[in-house]
């Protein structure tokens, strides 16, 4: 599947992908090479990613492929966990909305 920046995509269930996303559409708003560098809209975004998805990884091979992979930037459709974006390494966009 590509991804294309702009589109909306929907969450699979956690049964589906093993992944605990709210329900509704995400919005795509960018897609990076590799870890961003930088924040877009809040200073500890990239540390939410990184302890989010990376940590545990440390060492493994999927801890480089994540790393140095594409990263997703999405909106989250209105939730109650408070999150309204994140950066999601591409596994786990290959998961959850493929």
Same mark, same amino acid.
């Given at each position: 599947?590509?991804?294309?920046?702009?589109?909306?995509?929907?969450?699979?269930?956690?049964?589906?992908?093993?992944?605990?996303?709210?329900?509704?559409? $995400?919005?795509?708003?960018? *897609?990076? !090479?590799?870890?961003?560098?930088?924040?877009?809209?809040? @200073?500890?975004?990239? &540390?939410?990613?990184?302890?989010?998805?990376?940590?545990?990884?440390?060492?493994?091979?999927?801890?480089?492929?994540?790393?140095?992979?594409?990263?997703? $930037?999405?909106?989250?459709? *209105?939730? !109650?966990?408070?999150?309204?974006?994140?950066?999601?390494? @591409?596994?786990?966009? &290959?998961?959850?909305?493929?």
């Amino acid at each position: 599947m590509n991804f294309t920046v702009g589109d909306y995509y929907t969450a699979k269930t956690y049964k589906e992908s093993g992944f605990n996303f709210p329900d509704g559409e $995400y919005k795509l708003k960018i *897609i990076r !090479d590799g870890f961003p560098e930088s924040p877009v809209n809040h @200073e500890d975004e990239l &540390v939410i990613a990184e302890e989010k998805w990376l940590e545990g990884l440390e060492g493994s091979d999927q801890y480089k492929t994540d790393l140095e992979g594409n990263w997703y $930037y999405f909106e989250f459709p *209105i939730n !109650d966990e408070g999150i309204d974006y994140m950066w999601v390494p @591409e596994s786990v966009v &290959v998961e959850v909305f493929e």
